[in-house]
């Protein structure tokens, strides 16, 4: 075995191995070694029990070739068979590695159904919450020998800062997670001597970074600021106990349709003062349009008196072949469908930077120390998704694409509504693209 597989585990590496927790968890630090061990325990485990079937994933399919695929084919030249449509590596004893990426949001899904004893993301913080529990659901086996495992490799920062950190370094738990199940093995590249002494300028590289990223990717330190696109956001300021909302304020509601991807509505009302409260929400996936629109109208009691809906403006496009994502018939566009449901709808502003920067003003305090805009506790995907939103790589105004749908929503509504204040300075982004790393850092703070 030692044959093909070259190379000694370093001691952290060797603890990764011998972890047996349901959950164990490799990060910190770049280079420290982190997805060498990945790809190492996965060929180990596959040599090891027969008929084994493993699922390794990264968030996009370039990250994966070069970092896993390529090393893998050679390692493993002559020991298993790549099967490159598959993209699964097969071994003699019946085993099965199967590579596989989660680009986009729905990705998980095609794993619906499927057992795998073993499941590895790499770099987990790509991933957003969502896509790891999914991704739980197929961690499973039958079989008596081996009970099933998943393992994550993880830098701070990116999209899954938040859930990674919970789990493995803030160790809060909710019901059902029970804190024995977690493991975590912090990495540092000091304690990787093969780097080290082919790469010194590796370890320069990043000593040089600014501090915060420095933090990040040298110490490995999760509580430096994690590129969150609204760092104001706090569950203290903002959910508030719900209360009766008197029946003479204004409400409307604003909707982000999506049918393969979520689709969220939310109903807002306004006080005498202008502040916004986010009041109910609703969020499905796959759901057809007039099944949405009946939804929202059965969910909007009788008595209340809904003076708008603003929506996604590509609703007002005419639809052929996406039709069977929404209903309806050919021609019609899915405004018209929800209007003759009874839903008329108001095309919402979708100026992106425009819009996120309202919302920031209506996150930040008025005069009286309280927030313009609160919600109530049940808008849980609203909650959940604002302060996941991350600055975007490319344009450092805009927050990026992903599970942002209940924050659209939430836009597009506060765009209907006047500014909130003189404008608050924008926060320039501390964002920062951790896949760029090992690239020249001169552009990362500047503006
Ligand atoms: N135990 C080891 N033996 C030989 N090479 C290693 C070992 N651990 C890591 N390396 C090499 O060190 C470099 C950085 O490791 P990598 O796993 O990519 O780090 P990380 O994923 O933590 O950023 C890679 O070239 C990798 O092949
Ligand atoms: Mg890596």
Known sequence: ???????????RQREFFLARARHIAYGGARGGGKSWAMRRKFVLLALRYPNLRILLLRRTLPELRENHIVPLQQELYGVARYNSTERVFLFPNGSRL????????????QYQGQEYAVVGLEE????????????????????KDFSPRMYYTCNPGNVGHAWVKRLFIDRQYTEGERPEDYVFIPARIYDNKVL???????????MALPEELRRAHLDGDWDVHEGQYFPEFSREKHVIEPFEIPAHWRRFRSMDWGYNDPCCVLWHAVDGEGRVYTYRELYVRLMRADEVAAKVLELSRDDERIAYTVASPDMWQKRGALLSSGGGFEGETLAELFASKGLALTPADNSRIAGWSR??????????????????????????????L?????????????????????RYGLMSRPHAAPEPKLIRAKAYDPLSLPEPSGGWFSS
């Not at 075995?1 to 001691?11: I, V």
């Open 98 to 109: 199967k590579l596989g990426y989660c680009d986009t949001a729905q990705d998980v899904y």
């Open 359 to 388: 919302v920031r003003e209506y996150l930040a305090a008025a005069p009286d120390g309280r927030p313009r805009w609160q919600c109530f506790p049940c808008c849980t995907n609203l909650i959940r998704q604002l302060p996941l």
């Open 124 to 143: 987990a913080t790509h991933f957003t919450e969502e896509q790891m529990r999914f991704l739980t659901t197929c961690n499973r086996t039958t079989r």
């Open 196 to 206: 080290l002494e082919s790469d010194p300028g590796y370890v320069r590289q990043l």
């Open 390 to 410: 991350q600055f975007d790589r490319l344009d450092r105004e805009d927050a990026a694409d992903g599970n942002d749908h209940a924050p659209e929503a939430l």
């Open 1 to 11: 075995m030692k044959l093909f597989l070259r190379g000694e585990p370093n001691p």
